[in-house]
């Protein structure tokens, strides 16, 4: 009798739905090129895990997608959209770089710490929120910004902060 367990792989792992998902990216490629669905593909396991990302759950899309685990892992550790610990149901994506802030995000970070009760990085204690740092979203224009979800907010006040915040609590 043997001892040896085999692996989970992606058809154990990931959902029908979102292998479904994950086959959209997929056929954008060549065919000899599926792993260039990775960053689609772990967006789509994020999101149906609630918004982060287990190494058993890297591990089956490199399963998915015939490629090493180690090159997903590089994928999700070098982009800051990808979390590999539970967020809160709301990501709160302050940029912070130059153009944001120069025109006021420091006092938008020291607003929203002060407002959720936590620092960057931190989760609030009812896993409502979390806050985090990232670097240029790419609305230089509409600075300070921060991005939740797949929303961008722009020209932030402490005001507009307090506004979103509490259409975010009555959902």
């Known amino acids: 009798m043997s001892t040896h367990t085999s692996k989970p792989n992606a058809a154990t792992i990931l959902s029908e739905e979102s292998r479904l998902k994950i086959d959209t990216w997929i056929v954008k490629y060549p065919t000899d090129q ?16 609630g918004g982060w990302l287990t190494t058993e759950l890297m591990d089956a ?35 912070t770089n130059v153009s944001c802030m120069l025109r006021g995000s420091e006092e938008i970070v020291d607003h929203l710490n002060k407002k959720l009760g936590v620092n960057l990085g931190e989760t609030t204690d009812d896993n409502k929120f979390t806050l985090k740092e990232v670097e240029c979203l790419g609305a230089c224009g509409g600075a300070p910004m921060m991005q939740i979800e797949d929303e961008y907010h722009e020209n932030l006040t402490p005001e507009k902060v307090d506004n979103i915040l509490e259409k975010l609590e009555n959902q």
Request: net charge negative; aromatic share 10%.
């Open 34 to 49: 599926k792993q260039s669905a990775v960053m689609g593909a772990l967006t789509i396991v994020q999101k149906a895990n």
């Open 61 to 95: 899309v490199a399963d998915y997608l015939d490629m090493p685990p180690i090159s997903v892992y590089e994928v999700a550790t070098f982009y800051s959209m990808y979390e590999l610990e539970p967020v809160g149901e709301h990501k709160l994506c302050v940029c």
